[in-house]
């Protein structure tokens, strides 16, 4: 056996030589594009599932959030798997748990700034969901990016 055998992987680059090296690579804004895309499709198919929950069901606009939250969250870990990521290696149901991890966060920042729009602010509840979606965006393409598809 040879001593390369024994050898421990390197630690990853800090999380600011990451940030770094991906704000520098045309593949990283590539990602970025395809993220916006399916983030788009997923806020479409969010929105329309929030619209009829929260519209001619009745729910609680908090409840058809979460509704809404949980069928794009599917949609959006389909769709980022297979063309945004494409490339990434891994376990899906690692990257899966990992995925639901970074969207729940990502789901704090949007009941959170839905919350104050609705009820601090008085803005409509579908406008208000519309920004509280794109508020809660970018944590969630770096979370993503860097764990949830991170190559390995």
């Not at 024994?6 to 991906?22: D, G, I, K, S, Y």
């Not at 929030?50 to 069928?71: E, I, Q, S």
Request: proline share 3%.
């Amino acid at each position: 056996m040879s001593t390369s055998e024994f050898e421990l992987p390197a630690p990853a680059a800090p999380l600011r030589v990451r940030l770094a090296q991906a704000a520098r690579s045309r593949s990283a804004w590539t990602q970025l594009l395809r993220f916006a895309v399916v983030g788009a499709t997923g806020a479409v198919v969010n929105l329309l599932v929030y619209a009829v929950a929260a519209g001619p069901l009745g729910w609680d606009y908090r409840l058809a959030a979460l509704l809404g939250f949980a069928v794009a969250v599917t949609n959006n870990f389909a769709l980022n798997r297979l063309w945004t990521f494409a490339g990434a290696t891994g376990h899906a149901g690692f990257q899966a748990a990992r995925f639901v991890a970074v969207s729940l966060a990502g789901l704090g920042v949007n009941l959170l700034v839905l919350h104050v729009l609705v009820d601090g602010f008085g803005t409509g509840k579908l406008v208000g969901q519309a920004i509280a979606i794109g508020a809660a965006t970018p944590m969630s393409f770096v979370g993503n990016k860097l764990w949830s598809f991170a190559e390995r």
